[in-house]
């Protein structure tokens, strides 16, 4: 990898995430708002596949040991800047999910460093999905983060919904707030207030938002940063400011062919129903039941046996998605990890058997689920397409060795989608 030439860098924002689903939810607002965009699963060995507009690299960080995130988003930082980026977007997530040492501040911090920047913003509001910040408080909905249930998160619990302590406590820099009177008033106001905390040694400034308005009011103010931290809310207001307006042209992918299947490996209550409803429809759906998998190296084997001869009629389903009751006593008898990582490898092994098959649009619901999926078809770099429902859209994966020829693939996290979305996925994608 050489580096380009001043002015060759055509990629305009190099985005840092650091969770997949968060990564596909930040691409898709970028896209509707006129970018094209291509997710990479970690940070890639080589440069980038195609002319894009904005590059996501999905990490895996938000929980892991600070000096181990902050490594891994240096190393992504490395990799967009090769690519040219104009503009660094580190992304985590609507609800600020953090442990007590970070890693939301470590890594600023450490991307602040690196940039030699002295000034950036940080805020998860996110109105569509009902995250709003006002006087830097989080609210979730209706009621403030700590209330919303976040509070006893397994692994990030937040019991603070003040962002200004909160990050204060993670960072070695000063955190202010722009409020939302500077923010009502549109980007000047808001570049006058950042002055001003910049002047009073503040590096970090939470930024109030309660509607999309004020995201777009924030975009332009934001214009000049070298790194802007956020949820994916803030994403609609940036592209304007690369002359970039929305377009149905930004969520093109290749054409779809080939035959097409769903897997599910989410026990979420949406994926519940989306499986009743896809069975109600009468197409072929085959339950995994854990205990046989635990108990039969060959499950994968039997399904593609079931699986493959039905293909050329429609869509099959196969899936683990089963009620909390049903999940609960498997992960009594078989532990949670083990439980969970056995259905995974499971699920990606009978993806890729039906890829090999001759699937080329593959509808996979769970967050892990899609993410151990997705590493075994050797997927690196997906663009992303049109929306199916908020934040999932279609992504399009180029060929590699084990799959011959290009797949779409429509990654759906636990409580995204309508009732009918494993069968209205294929009637978006034409
Ligand atoms: P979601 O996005 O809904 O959270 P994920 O795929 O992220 O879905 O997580 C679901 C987890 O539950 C996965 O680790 C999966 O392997 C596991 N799992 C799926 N089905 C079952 C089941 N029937 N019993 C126990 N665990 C299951």
Not at 149 to 154: A, S
């Given at each position: 990898m050489s580096a380009p030439a001043a002015g060759e860098g055509r990629l305009k924002l190099g985005c840092i995430a650091d969770d997949f689903t968060g990564a596909t939810d930040l691409a898709n607002n970028l896209v509707r708002a006129g970018m094209r965009v291509v997710q990479t699963i970690g940070v890639p060995a080589g440069p980038l596949a195609a002319e894009v507009d904005a590059v996501v690299v999905a990490l895996k960080s938000r929980t892991i040991a600070p000096a181990d995130a902050v490594a891994q988003s240096l190393d992504a930082l490395r990799w967009l800047q090769v690519q040219g980026a104009r503009q660094i977007y580190f992304k985590y997530c609507s609800t600020f999910d953090s442990t007590a040492e970070g890693n939301i501040g470590p890594v600023t911090d450490a991307l602040m460093d690196a940039l030699g920047t002295d000034f950036t913003i940080a805020t998860p509001a996110f109105p569509d999905n009902k995250r709003t910040v006002f006087k830097g408080y989080l609210f979730a909905g209706d009621v403030l983060l700590n209330e919303s249930?976040?509070?006893?998160?397994?692994l990030t619990p937040m019991t603070d919904p003040n962002l200004v302590r909160v990050l204060q406590a993670q960072t070695r820099r000063k955190v202010g707030l722009i409020d939302h009177v500077a923010v009502a008033r549109g980007a000047e106001a808001i570049g006058e207030r950042i002055a001003q905390l910049r002047a009073e040694g503040v590096g970090i400034a939470i930024v109030d938002a309660v509607s999309n308005d004020d995201l777009l009011r924030l975009g332009p103010a934001l214009a000049a940063l070298p790194l802007v931290t956020a949820g994916s809310g803030v994403a609609i207001g940036l592209p304007g400011n690369f002359g970039i307006a929305p377009s149905p042209a930004a969520s093109d992918l290749p054409p779809a062919s080939g035959l097409r299947a769903v897997v599910s490996g989410s026990c979420s209550l949406a994926t519940n129903r989306q499986v009743a409803n896809f069975i109600a429809t009468g197409r072929p759906a085959m339950a995994l039941d854990p205990l046989r998998i635990s108990q039969d190296e060959d499950v994968a084997a039997q399904v593609l046996a079931w699986a493959v001869p039905l293909l050329a009629s429609g869509p099959v389903l196969v899936y683990s998605t089963a009620d909390s009751e049903a999940v609960k006593s498997v992960q009594g008898r078989l532990g949670v990890e083990e439980a969970g990582a056995m259905v995974e490898r499971t699920i990606a092994a009978i993806a890729r058997g039906l890829v090999e098959a001759g699937v080329r649009q593959l509808v996979v619901a769970g967050g892990e689920t899609s993410g151990a999926c997705v590493q075994a078809l050797g997927v690196t770099q997906l663009q992303i397409g049109m929306q199916i429902d908020p934040g999932v859209p279609w992504c399009h994966a180029k060929a590699d060795a084990a799959s011959q020829a290009g797949v779409h693939l429509a990654l759906k996290s636990g409580n995204f989608g309508s009732e009918d979305f494993f069968t209205k996925a294929f009637g978006v994608l034409g």
């Open positions: 249930g976040m509070q006893n998160h397994p």
